[in-house]
């Protein structure tokens, strides 16, 4: 029997990848999920099983973190993807075509009172409104408010230290790193709001302060945990009506990358969804009854 192989190419899919430039205290950030694909002379490869000549799919995923590196400027979606394209077809005789698709996270730097903020983004169009309403025959009426898929992300001003450390603990201590989060919060009311959209934006935006603090230089974070609670703070000083506020924060780690052949300078990281973090508290005005999460 003869065989033909028409179509054959190799690369690597789903790299994620943050990469930061810091202009003083102003930085800027994109989320990129990028995956490449090499046509190139491999038909060995494919058909005796030899690799001679081959562009690994894993000095692929290597270079997609060197060649962010290398953008030293803020640039775009489209020129990283052009820079890394021709990187492959550059620098690999056997590599005829390069194909780079890249999906960006809608990360959009949040505006506070018409500031921009120096260091804090928000998912843009992601969050979801929630209300809980429950009301018996005794006519109590009950009204829990919330939010989820609330997703904050500071690039500085939050670090992590102090923590028991032991033959298990390999995490480094750190007081600058990434902090990313998909927040999801419910408040009870105990009395009932005049305009619940306006006790809506005063809870919401009473979480964004407390995440990301003011909107030039923030606020530290020493942990999650330690935001959780203010934000939770921050909520019931903001609205008034409010008893009760449950918060659930996954810790989205971002890892910082020494590209191959370079060092991390606080530039490029692994974006990462899985596994993180999971921080949850409730938090009440002392003597109220804490709610069910919801
Ligand atoms: O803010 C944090 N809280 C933690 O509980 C924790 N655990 C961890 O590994 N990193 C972090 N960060």
Known sequence: MAYALPLHQHGKSKV?????????NVH????????????????????KGENTGMTATDTQKNTVYVVAQRMSQKCTVEQYAIALAQHFVLTYPLVSKAKVYIEQK??????????????????????VRTVYVTYDKAGKLDVTAGLKELSLLKTTQSGYEGFLRDEYTVLPEVNDRIMASTVTCTWKYTNQPACYDAAFAAAKSALLDAF????????????????LYNMAKNLLDRVPQAESVFLNMPNLHFIPVNPVG?????????????????????????????????
């Open 16 to 24: 994620r990848l943050g990469r930061v430039w810091r202009d003083g």
């Open 28 to 47: 800027h950030m994109v989320e990129w999920n990028v995956n490449t694909m090499l046509e190139s002379d491999m038909e060995h490869s494919f058909v």
């Open 212 to 227: 990301l603090g003011p909107p030039k230089g923030g606020v530290y974070s020493p942990s999650v945990q330690y935001t």
């Open 106 to 127: 809608p990360w959009n730097r949040v505006q506070m009172g018409g500031l921009p903020h120096d260091h804090g983004y928000a998912l843009a169009g992601a969050e």
């Open 262 to 294: 370079s060092k991390f300078n606080n530039d490029v990281y692994v974006a990462t969804s899985e596994p993180h973090g999971n921080i949850e508290a409730v938090v009440t005005r002392r003597g109220m009854i804490p709610h069910a999460k919801l």
